[in-house]
């Protein structure tokens, strides 16, 4: 296929592609959205938009919160070994 062959293929394709839309915007224009008997007797109420609920701390301070809690957890696990290490020592007589 020659270069003014492609071309003249391009060009036609254009026009039925302009010619399509002219007929789409033709046809929106005649026949405009007709409104249903549901939309016009139906009420419009509005819904207030609940806001997110938004949290008093900060990332940083609940990472704070959580490490402190690990250390609070870490105490009690070594003083419950401690103690079973303690429980299962026999004094020697």
């Known amino acids: ?3 003014k062959q ?3 293929e391009i060009e036609r394709g254009i026009n039925a592609l302009q010619k399509a839309r002219a007929l789409c915007l033709k046809s929106e224009a005649v026949a ?3 409104k249903t008997t549901a939309d ?3 009420k419009v109420t509005k819904v207030p938009v609940k806001k997110a609920a938004k949290s008093g701390v900060s990332d940083v301070s609940r990472a704070k919160m959580a490490a402190a809690q690990q ?3 870490a105490r ?3 003083a419950k070994k401690k ?3 303690a429980a299962l020592v026999v004094p020697a007589a």
């Open 32 to 34: 405009p959205k007709a």
């Open 40 to 42: 016009k007797t139906a």
């Open 83 to 85: 103690a079973a290490k």
């Open 6 to 8: 492609l071309l003249a």
């Open 76 to 78: 009690i696990r070594r």
């Open 71 to 73: 250390k609070r957890w």
């Open 1 to 3: 296929m020659s270069t």
